[in-house]
């Protein structure tokens, strides 16, 4: 059974920093793409960065210069390094595979950013 499970969120001021993490355990980590999704309230889930098995990345425009993605196959985890938050950036932030996988999505980890 495949299970991600996030974790790092919270509540951040303006101008900080985060970085959030995904362990992926139930099958082989290094065969899969993986992203970073997230679903602010009211709107629909999108794609915030994602990273290929080989470690080539690609972030979407809104976070570019300001997120980083990465990972470590020998953890099965995949980071999101996240700089320079904005109150735009609040959202729920849940990893999958890239595309993702319905019925991989895990709880999601929380990220609130206010002064």
């Known amino acids: 059974q495949v299970q991600l499970v996030e974790s790092g969120g919270g509540l951040v001021q303006p101008g900080g920093s985060l970085r959030l993490s995904c362990t992926f355990s139930?099958?082989?980590?290094?065969?899969?793409?993986m992203a970073w999704y997230r679903q602010a309230p009211g709107k629909e889930r999108e794609l915030v960065a994602s990273?290929?098995?080989?470690?080539?990345?690609n972030v979407a425009n809104s976070v570019k210069g300001r997120f980083t993605i990465s990972r470590d196959n020998a953890k099965n985890t995949v980071y999101l390094q996240l700089n320079s938050l904005k109150p735009e950036d609040t959202a729920a932030y849940y990893c999958?595979?890239?595309?993702?996988?319905?019925?991989?999505w895990g709880q999601g980890t929380q990220v609130t950013v206010s002064s």
């Open positions: 999958n595979t890239y595309p993702y996988i319905s019925t991989y």
């Open positions: 139930g099958t082989i980590f290094g065969a899969y793409a």
């Open positions: 990273i290929l098995r080989a470690g080539g990345t």
